[in-house]
């Protein structure tokens, strides 16, 4: 991570506020860092005081790292008290993600991943509970193809697919964690009618995506119509978007489904996404 880019990310948001990145020292020396930050409005308009993130702790590896961390945590605590915040998350999420959007995490914000035992044991041990878990899908697109059948081909002939480069926000928070990514848009219309069915919204996993050293794209948005043939068409639309990607030299996909949507994982497990990780999003009420 380059000062530029941490400036770009972090700095630079509309709503950083200084007195939330908390740092220890030891002589003088940075030994770990904190970072606390809300949330969004219902409206997606501004920042919401009432709901907090710790979206990052980071201790170096010596003696008293743990009572290091838990001093840091109780900085925070006094932050978000301050602002009378109601309700803390333990790691960056899709409900509040205020900043390093790209520099940690994948497709999305959910959490903190599953072998990240040290932070796991600090959270819990000081009162955040999880609240939802996650499992990390990954699809490499070498030899993809997508799904084919009887129905897959009646949606080819009564519906096409548009690509959007760079489709616009639809909220100011939107914009402040999303407005720095690429991102590229596709939606299933009803050839007849015009009627959008279905859409998708890929990103390009940067700057993470390169320590990986393959390129990546996260699916980050996917809706339906609701209807009889609601995950045929998702199916379809996930398809053509991956088939368009491989294309233009994309090798991997990632997504980040709640281990809840048991049909949302059956329909990415249909076109060959396997799990690799999980994070889990902790959450804690402030009295």
Known sequence: MTPALFDSLVLCKPYFDRHGLIV???????????????????????????????????????????????????????????????????????????????????????????????????????????????????????GFRPAVDRTQMQIRRTHHVNCCLDPPSPTWWHACTWGHTERTGFVLQDRQTGSEIASLVLWDCEPIASSWGVHVIGIAELETVA????????????????????????????VRVPEIQTSTLQLYSRLGFEEVDRSITYLRTLE
């Open 24 to 142: 220890a020292e030891d002589d003088g020396h940075i030994v770990g860092f904190a970072h606390a930050g809300f949330g969004p409005n219902a409206e997606g308009s501004d920042i919401d005081r009432s709901t907090g993130v710790v979206c990052q702790l980071q201790v170096a590896h010596r003696d008293g790292r743990d009572q290091i961390a838990k001093e840091l945590l109780g900085a925070c605590d006094r932050y978000f008290r301050h602002h009378d915040t109601r309700r803390v998350f333990g790691g960056i999420n899709a409900a509040a993600d205020p900043y390093y959007h790209g520099l940690i995490g994948g497709s999305q914000p959910s959490g903190v991943a599953v072998e990240d035992v040290w932070l796991t044991q600090l959270l819990l041990e000081n009162d955040f509970a999880a609240v939802d878990e996650h499992l990390v899908l990954h699809r490499q697109l070498a």
């Open 227 to 254: 209807s009889a043939n609601q995950e045929n068409t998702a199916l379809f639309l996930i398809g053509e978007a991956l088939r368009q990607m491989q294309s233009r030299g994309v090798t991997l996909t990632e």
